[in-house]
């Protein structure tokens, strides 16, 4: 009875497989999960769903496609990475059809390298080429003047920058069906904007931090004695420091933008990270897997990413989801307190901050339905955080 | 055996353990009596079945999963499946007692060893805590603890694992009970500790007068210590007799298998035998004997593979559960049986 | 005991100076200062008047000086216990963290002492009946509690409860009612209850989740120790074998979590002393980072770090004393 790599009965199960079928037992995190694939769409889609521009219009005889003429760079590289995205996940499906588990591994890396690099290349060329044209013309009221006729509108014929203070502060009616904020923009189109900036901040501040943790923690756990002992001593400075205070602090004294945040956020939560993934170096040095491969004389980086992170990376990414949930809310809380991104730009956090009104009206419509995008989303990536954490723990157990 | 002298007695146990992948039966028509002042050994492989024999007369199987289906035990005539809760936490600790495996994690880390004997002592004893304490620093003496007021004070994590085990077996005969269960209470011991346990209970049971309802797998320690053997495999005892009568002369084929296998001084064979195949799980048992698809004789019998043979007597004082152990079927062979081997009390036929 | 204590204490002074410096470093190197934001856009003044002012004022805050020597300067300060003066309220920061901090601290033990007096019990019943309704159910409003953000439970607590749109049960803002001082203690008491209510109701909601699920874990690990079938097998009746045996085996990692909760208590202060506007010193940090009042924004980092410093000490003792399977000298 050889075994042949090749032969599809004798595969087992690879541990992603065995992780992500435990996982599909749990319903709760499964509808979670599609929630927050939900929100993805929202938020690619996002310029078609809400936008002033229609998709097209008639003026004069002739045919005018506005959105699409407007759409910023932004967007484009959003499309670019949804794309990639979709494309990776479908080329996963295929190597679990079509590759042995033991090849899988290496096969992955290569694609997700190759997405990557196709990714930040087209952002690149993209900021690069395409114009940042501003079409002020206000179509809605060109239809209304009958200036044009035969346009054709997003479901939310609204932009989250648009001001008119006419309408401001008005509670939901037909016009704008979620209300409208401090200065007249309609709230159901600032929303669906906002989840832009909320899963950009989870993904890109939990990334920042994953990566200072692994790598910090990768050191200290594989090397221990001198290094770890100074490396803990740095570790436990930065655990010390009220992170919040330190946000607020960096968040006030910088000039505001999307970017900032993230990465601060990013270089202050790294700690627990680096915290599990050096315990689970400090139990892994001592495995033989990992005696061979320095008798072998394989250099550290390949010791330490390709064969030990594989093997303790689980915590890092149950504290992942938890990281994400907690990054949205930071970012919620700083743009609550007026830290955060600076308006036009829409975020949740901010819109919450104007749920009561300078003269002190209580705006119900601004303060339920960003708290509610808010909870549901954190709750999601709580939720389904928890239900990673199911699915990977039990397994281990019953495997060893 | 004489009734009166029977102190425990299990009819017919079964448990079973109501899981996610399914149904287990762990222990399925046990049937077995324990003497006074005697040690009776449950023999068998890991899994069989004979911790939760144990673990269902002190009734500690752990309820949501497992459940006692059937069968009843008694106990100096009380039927313990019937008591009460309460009734049983009285019961257990004092008059019946147990031992565990690892002592390394048996103890609770968190309070001194003298404290937990006391507890023990205390909830069953009308005794203050001076005296209690003073009982419990006898007790640490009387297993061979030396230095006993000072170990008194120390913790679990402070000792070796021959002393922990030394400590369990302390608090379980603090009140002096009349049966002992010992669930393979060796077994994480180096050898050399081992010994000295083993000459610790029996000392303890001579001292005392109490029973000893011994666990292992490790049959040289039954063929030293027990004075009665039962075998089990597979939730089921396949063979019940005397220690030395077991020994001399297996009769199920498994006891046969198992002895086989043990090397002995003088063993000359090239190859020690083994028993072919593994042992069922316990979600899929054969049809029939479960011991058949492993059995010399049974693999290929039409009888063994489709009807299960239940434990009988086969002998005076021996029983076995196996088609092809001669014994008694009919009123006719049992005369002819009595005439060959003398009158003795009838027992089960086959049914 | 003593022994470690001051080895800890000692291992937190470069903890303390690495977080001066950390914090000193971002409040030089971010754009602005506090007495361009004072000064304004000085249209009233011309240029070279405004200039002389400018470079006056930033003598006399010290803020012409290098760098280093700035912070040496006020790290020695720091060590005395003066932090300088408020650029905005004009005052020794001294005093105002002085009034301050007794309020956020009050705010923050009550909030503590209520998560611990419901989580402790919460845990142990979800462990104990686990996988039943009680434990499902209650995990569920667990964890959609602790999803909940603090500015919204806020807002809409200010929103339905305290003002005249729908129920107007508490005040909406402060500590006291304007007529406090005139009240005699056990009124003045009751009023500052009031007023606390909804604040510490926000503090609390989020550490419950996290407290219960922590006693769960612990409980339901340990009643499955073998230890608690060796207490079964004594014959201890259930409650004595939950309370003395299994649940004095989960408060270990429970109590290293206080040494967590107390920070990021700290933490949510500044969110919940914004919205009931709780004059502590949540509030001050928020003002002064908005108006760029570096003395105050170091002094409240240096206090905050401190405070977490104390906590993780506190911790760690707490943890060697409940197990004795620590002994002082083997813990660093």
Request: glycine residues 8%; charged residues 20%.
């Amino acid at each position: 009875m050889t075994k042949e790599p090749n032969n599809k009965a004798n595969w087992g199960i690879s541990y992603g497989e065995l992780v992500w079928r435990e996982f599909g037992k749990n319903r709760l995190s499964v509808l979670c999960l599609g929630f927050i694939v939900f929100l993805f769409v929202l938020a690619v889609l996002a310029p078609f769903l809400a936008n002033g521009k229609p998709y097209v219009i008639r003026i004069d005889g002739r045919l005018h496609f506005p959105l699409f003429g407007a759409l910023k760079a932004t967007d484009y590289c959003v499309f670019l990475a949804a794309i990639i995205g979709v494309a990776q996940l479908l080329l996963i499906r295929r190597n679990r059809r079509r590759i042995d588990p033991s090849l899988r591994g290496g096969v992955f890396w290569r694609q997700i390298s190759v997405m990557a690099f196709v990714l930040v290349g087209g952002c690149v060329a993209i900021c690069l080429r395409v114009p940042y044209k501003l079409d002020a013309t206000n179509y809605r009221d060109m239809v209304a003047s009958d200036k044009a006729t035969g346009a054709l509108f997003a479901p939310v014929p609204y932009g989250f920058g648009e001001v008119d203070l006419a309408v401001r502060e008005q509670p939901p009616n037909a016009q704008h069906w979620l209300g409208t904020d401090d200065v007249g923009s309609d709230v159901l189109c600032r929303l669906i904007h906002g989840s832009r900036i909320s899963l950009s901040v989870g993904f890109v501040a939990v990334g920042i931090s994953c990566l200072i943790g692994i790598f910090v923690g990768a050191i200290l756990g594989y090397f221990g004695g001198k290094i770890d002992f100074i490396g803990m001593r740095v570790v436990e400075i930065v655990m010390a420091i009220p992170t919040f205070f330190l946000i607020i602090t960096i968040v006030a004294f910088f000039p505001r933008s999307l970017f900032n945040i993230m990465i601060i956020i990013g270089i202050t939560s790294w700690t627990g990270d680096a915290r599990f993934i050096r315990a689970e170096f400090f139990k892994l040095r001592k495995q033989d897997f990992v005696q061979a491969a320095r008798s072998l004389g394989l250099p550290l980086r390949s010791i330490l990413f390709r064969h030990m992170l594989p093997n303790g990376i689980a915590p890092v990414l149950v504290n992942a989801t938890f990281g994400i949930a907690g990054a949205i809310f930071i970012e919620a809380a700083l743009s609550f307190l007026g830290f955060g991104v600076a308006p036009p730009t829409p975020s949740w956090g901010q819109m919450l901050s104007l749920g009561v009104s300078t003269t002190g009206r209580f705006l119900w419509w601004l303060t339920l339905f960003p708290g509610f995008a808010i909870f549901f989303t954190v709750l999601a990536y709580n939720l389904v955080g928890e239900a990673l954490r199911d699915a990977i723990d039990p397994r281990l157990r019953k495997a060893a | 055996m004489t009734k009166n002298n029977v102190l425990l007695s299990v009819e017919n146990l079964s448990v079973e353990f109501f899981t996610e992948d399914g149904q287990v039966r762990a222990v399925q028509n046990v049937t077995f009596d324990i003497s006074k002042a005697r040690t009776f050994a449950l023999v068998g492989e890991s899994g069989c079945g004979k911790s939760v024999t144990a673990l269902s007369i002190m009734r500690l199987i752990p309820s949501p999963p497992g459940e006692v289906t059937a069968g009843r035990i008694l106990f100096r005539g009380r039927a313990l499946l019937e008591l009460k809760e309460r009734q049983m936490q009285r019961i257990r600790g004092d008059r019946i007692a147990m031992i565990f495996q690892e002592p390394m994690t048996s103890l609770n880390p968190v309070y001194t060893i003298g404290d937990q004997i006391v507890e023990a002592i205390r909830l069953h004893q009308k005794k203050n805590a001076s005296q209690a304490w003073a009982d419990a620093v006898e007790m640490l003496a009387r297993v061979g603890i030396s230095d006993p007021q000072q170990r008194a004070m120390d913790y679990p994590h402070q000792m070796s694992g021959g002393m922990r085990q030394r400590v369990m077996i302390a608090m379980a005969v603090s009140c002096e009970p009349s049966l002992l269960i010992a669930d393979e209470p060796t077994t994480a011991l180096d050898v050399t500790i081992q010994a000295q346990i083993l000459n610790l209970l029996d000392e303890l049971q001579k001292q005392n007068g109490m029973s000893i309802l011994l666990i292992t797998h490790n049959l040289g320690v039954v063929a030293e210590r027990a004075d009665k053997v039962a075998v089990m495999y597979a939730s089921r005892i396949v063979e019940v007799a005397d220690a030395g009568p077991l020994f001399a002369q297996p009769l199920h084929p498994y006891t046969q298998g198992l002895l086989r296998s043990l090397p002995r001084l003088g063993y000359t064979a090239k190859r020690l035998p083994t028993i072919a195949g593994t042992v069922p799980d316990p979600l899929h048992f054969p049809t029939g004997c479960k011991f058949h698809p492993r059995c010399p004789l049974g693999s290929d019998d039409k009888q063994c593979q489709t009807i299960e043979p239940m434990l009988r007597e086969v002998r005076p004082g021996r029983k076995a559960a196996c088609w092809h152990c001669p014994g008694y079927e009919t009123e006719e062979e049992f005369k002819e049986y009595e005439s060959k081997y003398g009158k003795h009390k009838r027992a089960s036929v086959k049914s | 005991m003593t022994t470690y204590v001051i080895r800890r204490l000692l291992l937190m002074i470069p903890t303390l100076l690495g977080i001066t410096i950390m914090v000193f470093a971002i409040s030089r190197l971010a754009p602005g200062d506090p007495v361009s934001l004072s000064m304004g856009p000085g249209g009233q003044m011309d240029a070279e008047r405004a200039a002389d002012v400018r470079e006056a004022r930033m003598r006399l805050y010290g803020l012409d000086k290098p760098v280093y020597e700035q912070y040496m300067t006020w790290l020695w300060k720091v060590v005395r216990l003066d932090f300088g003066d408020s650029i905005k309220h004009h005052r020794p920061v001294f005093d105002l963290i002085k009034e301050r901090l007794p309020i956020t601290l009050s705010l923050n033990i009550i909030a503590f002492v209520i998560i611990y007096t419901v989580s402790l019990p919460l845990g142990i019943l979800a462990a104990v009946r686990h996988k039943r309704f009680f434990d499902r159910a209650s995990s569920v409003i667990l964890f959609m509690l602790w999803s909940l953000p603090s500015m919204w439970v806020g807002q809409m607590l200010i929103g339905y409860f305290c003002g005249p749109a729908f129920k107007n049960w508490f005040p909406p803002a402060g500590l006291s009612s304007n007529n406090a001082d005139q009240l005699t203690f056990f009124p003045w008491f009751g009023d500052r209850l009031w007023h606390l209510a909804m604040p510490v109701l926000c503090l609390t909601y989020t550490g419950f989740a996290y407290l219960t699920k922590q006693v769960r874990a612990g409980m339901l690990d340990n009643l499955r120790a073998d230890y608690v079938r060796t207490a079964r097998a004594k014959g201890l009746s259930n409650a004595v074998v939950i309370f003395r045996h299994a649940f004095r085996n989960s408060i270990i990692p429970v109590i290293t979590i206080m040494a967590t909760l107390l920070p990021a208590m700290l933490a949510g202060s500044v969110i919940i002393e914004r919205i009931f506007s709780v004059p502590g010193m949540g509030l001050l940090a928020f003002e002064a980072v908005t108006t760029r009042d570096y003395n105050v924004v170091m002094a409240v980092a240096t206090v905050g770090g401190v405070l977490n410093l104390v906590g993780l000490l506190l911790g760690d003792i707490a943890y060697a004393i409940a197990d004795p399977r620590i002994s002082f000298e083997s813990a660093v």
